[in-house]
């Protein structure tokens, strides 16, 4: 059974970061460059940690399957970042920030972690500001906040309407200059494939070279892992398409412990699915809920019709009606939630049915009027406040309108947007504890990839909070207290035994990959996966339904290994085969989510089981049975896993009914 210390540091929670930071051991300049630290992954929080560690003094080792760090996903963020500066002077705080994400998450995360996220954020805007992050600025010159989901204040910074690439962007200036300086060595287009574990330490990794298909051993002092989300196990989804979960799952089969893997963000705001062909779904931003009203028909004969056609009295502003006090900004998961019970009704739009509509009527008729006072028109006609009130919109949103036409060949000024919920982030990820070391020593784990800060739901801009926190001032904080328990110059041999069975190891999957020669193709099984996903384990999970998810993943998982096809060589570039990778691993983490939300017998936050909710159909938690982090311990092949649970302790906020009315 593995030991799942969280090491929360002692003391009172606004102190624990700053005396642990100080009590933490040091590494001494001159020893820091006999170091060497293997980051996987450069996205927002791996580009960051290699950034500041090489400039700290480390030797750095970046590798990313891309061609290019630019191109990670943490470039389709969209709305923002929370930081808790309260610029807008409307009574945020580091403390109020620290609650809202602890309420958003359905308390189901450490104090600790999340006090120590609020209280880095502000420092995270000063960073970006200084690397030349464009964040949008009010009138005066100050940086301008806008609000997000599960909040009553605005803490949200943004640049239009992408903020992530514009994070990325800075995040990659600092990499590049390290890279530029020889203090970061970046392979591109290398793929990790294994985990190399000696003495029970993680020493190294193994990677593909997707151009070649040869392997490589990278052995380091520690091992970071920033790999981002899991949620392409759905197939379909808001992620990048080559998004995926192998990194984390080869840890994960190699001792490290993967934690609440079943607790999947559903966010509201997405392109409705439109056809069998699609590959990926596409995010309209959080942002939007700020000015569009969601609505759906108040009759079910209602709903073919030209939604313009539809009177306001025979309109159901539901969120607002339900949700009274957050409206329209209800959290993801609650959105989502009523989104589902409006189509369920039989009060869903579009083709399928499964659509709501987001309308941004009235905020232009706003606008326009404001901006119709600020230039002098007493009495504007109404063809001039509409002219002005769409322009105040498309200098807020304009990229995610366009976006939308160029989708649906609809005009999102004219005629309200259709929405509807799909899966958009992972909360679950590999175990870590607050030096973000998972169970597994010298292994660390970044963003998305770890599943410290969220609980059992995120609340909008926090994705890239996180990211950034951890990377640029969390790990190079912690990471110390590790390398200064390993001698100097210690580093093991890519020649080690365990990095040659390591090797033959992924060597055999890939071998095992290439000999089958079905008849199928890789995303014929994926699109399966998907959809017994999605039915079983998506918005709504229920016991009979996860019981039948585990028996029709294991039929998947033996069909794939009998009848996949994966053509051409695996001594090339074959994007069949690095898809067959990915996907073989998501039909074994597939089968773990249905087994972690089957154990779970409560409902909190994205996880929602059927048989447990309040009358009002808000979820019904289980404190006393399961106020804990679920860490699943890989048993071997073909066995069940071990399911651990680190209690969590709850000594400043009370925990209490999670509600939005």
Same mark, same amino acid.
């Given at each position: 059974?593995?030991?799942?210390?969280?090491?929360?540091?002692?003391?009172?929670?606004?102190?624990?970061?700053?005396?642990?930071?100080?009590?933490?051991?040091?590494?001494?300049?001159?020893?820091?460059?006999?170091?060497?630290?293997?980051?996987?992954?450069?996205?927002?929080?791996?580009?960051?940690?290699?950034?500041?560690?090489?400039?700290?003094?480390?030797?750095?080792?970046?590798?990313?399957?891309?061609?290019?760090?630019?191109?990670?996903?943490?470039?389709?963020?969209?709305?923002?970042?929370?930081?808790?500066?309260?610029?807008?002077?409307?009574?945020?705080?580091?403390?109020?920030?620290?609650?809202?994400?602890?309420?958003?998450?359905?308390?189901?995360?450490?104090?600790?972690?999340?006090?120590?996220?609020?209280?880095?954020?502000?420092?995270?805007?000063?960073?970006?500001?200084?690397?030349?992050?464009?964040?949008?600025?009010?009138?005066?010159?100050?940086?301008?906040?806008?609000?997000?989901?599960?909040?009553?204040?605005?803490?949200?910074?943004? *640049?239009? #309407?992408?903020? $992530?690439?514009?994070?990325? !962007?800075?995040? &990659?200036?600092?990499? %590049? /200059?390290?890279?530029?300086?020889?203090?970061?060595?970046?392979?591109?287009?290398?793929?990790?494939?294994?985990?190399?574990?000696?003495?029970?330490?993680?020493?190294?990794?193994?990677?593909?070279?997707?151009?070649?298909?040869?392997?490589?051993?990278?052995?380091?002092?520690?091992?970071?892992? *920033?790999? #981002?989300?899991? $949620?392409?196990?759905?197939? !379909?989804?808001? &992620?990048?398409?080559? %998004? /995926?979960?192998?990194?984390?799952?080869?840890?994960?089969?190699?001792?490290?412990?993967?934690?609440?893997?079943?607790?999947?963000?559903?966010?509201?705001?997405?392109?409705?699915?439109?056809?069998?062909?699609?590959?990926?779904?596409?995010?309209?931003?959080?942002?939007?809920?700020?000015?569009?009203?969601?609505?759906?028909?108040?009759?079910?004969?209602?709903?073919?019709?030209?939604?313009?056609?539809?009177?306001?009295?025979?309109?159901?502003?539901?969120?607002?009606?339900?949700?009274?006090?957050?409206?329209?900004?209800?959290?993801?998961?609650?959105?989502?939630?009523?989104?589902?019970?409006?189509?369920?009704?039989?009060?869903?739009?579009?083709?399928?049915?499964?659509?709501?509509?987001?309308?941004?009527?009235?905020?232009?008729?706003?606008?326009?009027?404001?901006?119709?006072?600020?230039?002098?028109?007493?009495?504007?006609?109404?063809?001039?406040?509409?002219?002005?009130?769409?322009?105040?919109?498309?200098?807020?949103?304009?990229?995610?309108?366009?976006?939308?036409?160029?989708?649906?060949?609809?005009?999102?000024?004219?005629?309200?947007?259709?929405?509807?919920?799909?899966?958009?982030?992972?909360?679950?990820?590999?175990?870590?504890?607050?030096?973000?070391?998972?169970?597994?020593?010298?292994?660390?784990?970044?963003?998305?990839?770890?599943?410290?800060?969220?609980?059992?739901?995120?609340?909008?801009?926090?994705?890239?909070?996180?990211?950034?926190?951890?990377?640029?001032?969390?790990?190079?904080?912690?990471?110390?207290?590790?390398?200064?328990?390993?001698?100097?110059?210690?580093?093991?041999?890519?020649?080690?035994?365990?990095?040659?069975?390591?090797?033959?190891?992924?060597?055999?999957?890939?071998?095992?990959?290439?000999?089958?020669?079905?008849?199928?193709?890789?995303?014929?099984?994926?699109?399966?996966?998907?959809?017994?996903?999605?039915?079983?384990?998506?918005?709504?999970?229920?016991?009979?339904?996860?019981?039948?998810?585990?028996?029709?993943?294991?039929?998947?998982?033996?069909?794939?290994?009998?009848?996949?096809?994966?053509?051409?060589?695996?001594?090339?570039?074959?994007?069949?085969?690095?898809?067959?990778?990915?996907?073989?691993?998501?039909?074994?983490?597939?089968?773990?989510?249905?087994?972690?939300?089957?154990?779970?017998?409560?409902?909190?936050?994205?996880?929602?089981?059927?048989?447990?909710?309040?009358?009002?159909?808000?979820?019904?938690?289980?404190?006393?049975?399961?106020?804990?982090?679920?860490?699943?311990?890989?048993?071997?092949?073909?066995?069940?896993?071990?399911?651990?649970?680190?209690?969590?302790?709850?000594?400043?906020?009370?925990?209490?009914?999670?509600?939005?009315?």
């Amino acid at each position: 059974m593995a030991t799942l210390n969280p090491n929360i540091p002692p003391g009172p929670l606004a102190d624990k970061w700053r005396s642990h930071k100080f009590n933490s051991k040091l590494v001494n300049p001159a020893n820091k460059r006999k170091y060497e630290i293997v980051i996987v992954g450069a996205g927002l929080a791996g580009a960051s940690a290699a950034a500041t560690l090489s400039e700290l003094g480390y030797r750095v080792k970046c590798i990313v399957f891309h061609d290019s760090p630019r191109r990670a996903h943490s470039i389709a963020a969209q709305g923002g970042i929370n930081a808790a500066k309260n610029y807008q002077n409307d009574g945020d705080s580091v403390y109020r920030l620290f609650y809202d994400t602890i309420k958003g998450g359905d308390y189901r995360s450490r104090e600790a972690n999340v006090h120590r996220l609020a209280e880095v954020s502000a420092s995270i805007i000063d960073q970006c500001v200084a690397q030349g992050v464009p964040f949008a600025r009010e009138y005066g010159g100050l940086l301008a906040n806008r609000s997000f989901g599960g909040a009553q204040v605005s803490r949200t910074f943004y *640049a239009r #309407g992408q903020t $992530g690439q514009q994070l990325l !962007l800075g995040a &990659y200036s600092a990499l %590049s /200059n390290q890279v530029g300086a020889g203090a970061v060595e970046l392979v591109t287009m290398h793929e990790m494939v294994d985990l190399v574990v000696i003495d029970g330490h993680a020493k190294g990794v193994i990677t593909r070279d997707l151009v070649t298909g040869a392997l490589h051993r990278h052995a380091g002092d520690a091992v970071v892992l *920033a790999t #981002g989300g899991y $949620g392409n196990v759905f197939n !379909l989804s808001t &992620y990048a398409r080559q %998004s /995926n979960a192998t990194a984390i799952w080869r840890a994960y089969k190699r001792g490290a412990c993967f934690a609440n893997p079943c607790y999947t963000q559903i966010h509201p705001t997405c392109i409705p699915v439109s056809g069998d062909y699609q590959s990926k779904l596409t995010l309209m931003s959080e942002s939007l809920r700020n000015d569009g009203r969601i609505w759906v028909p108040k009759k079910a004969e209602d709903c073919p019709k030209n939604p313009n056609d539809i009177p306001e009295a025979d309109r159901d502003y539901y969120l607002e009606r339900i949700y009274p006090s957050f409206g329209n900004l209800a959290p993801r998961d609650v959105s989502s939630r009523a989104a589902m019970r409006m189509c369920d009704e039989g009060r869903g739009v579009g083709e399928s049915g499964l659509g709501v509509y987001l309308d941004f009527a009235d905020a232009i008729q706003r606008y326009g009027k404001q901006a119709a006072a600020r230039a002098g028109h007493a009495h504007p006609t109404p063809a001039q406040i509409l002219e002005l009130g769409e322009a105040a919109i498309k200098e807020r949103y304009g990229n995610l309108f366009d976006i939308y036409h160029e989708i649906t060949n609809e005009n999102a000024y004219k005629r309200p947007m259709r929405i509807y919920p799909a899966v958009h982030y992972t909360m679950g990820g590999l175990w870590v504890d607050y030096n973000l070391m998972s169970n597994l020593p010298g292994l660390f784990v970044l963003g998305e990839a770890n599943f410290s800060d969220h609980g059992a739901n995120r609340l909008g801009a926090s994705a890239l909070m996180q990211g950034l926190s951890d990377g640029y001032f969390v790990l190079p904080n912690t990471i110390n207290g590790y390398l200064a328990g390993q001698k100097p110059g210690s580093r093991p041999s890519t020649d080690a035994a365990e990095f040659v069975a390591a090797e033959k190891n992924s060597a055999d999957v890939i071998a095992r990959l290439m000999a089958v020669k079905g008849k199928e193709t890789v995303h014929h099984f994926h699109k399966r996966l998907g959809l017994i996903l999605w039915k079983r384990c998506g918005m709504a999970r229920n016991r009979a339904g996860l019981e039948a998810g585990i028996k029709e993943i294991q039929a998947l998982r033996a069909e794939f290994w009998a009848n996949v096809n994966v053509p051409g060589s695996a001594q090339d570039l074959n994007q069949a085969l690095e898809r067959a990778n990915r996907v073989a691993d998501f039909l074994e983490l597939g089968e773990l989510m249905c087994r972690d939300a089957l154990a779970r017998e409560e409902s909190c936050g994205c996880h929602f089981r059927e048989e447990y909710h309040h009358p009002d159909g808000e979820c019904l938690r289980n404190d006393e049975l399961f106020n804990h982090v679920a860490a699943w311990e890989y048993q071997g092949e073909g066995k069940e896993p071990l399911r651990n649970v680190e209690p969590l302790v709850y000594e400043n906020v009370k925990m209490s009914v999670r509600s939005y009315k």
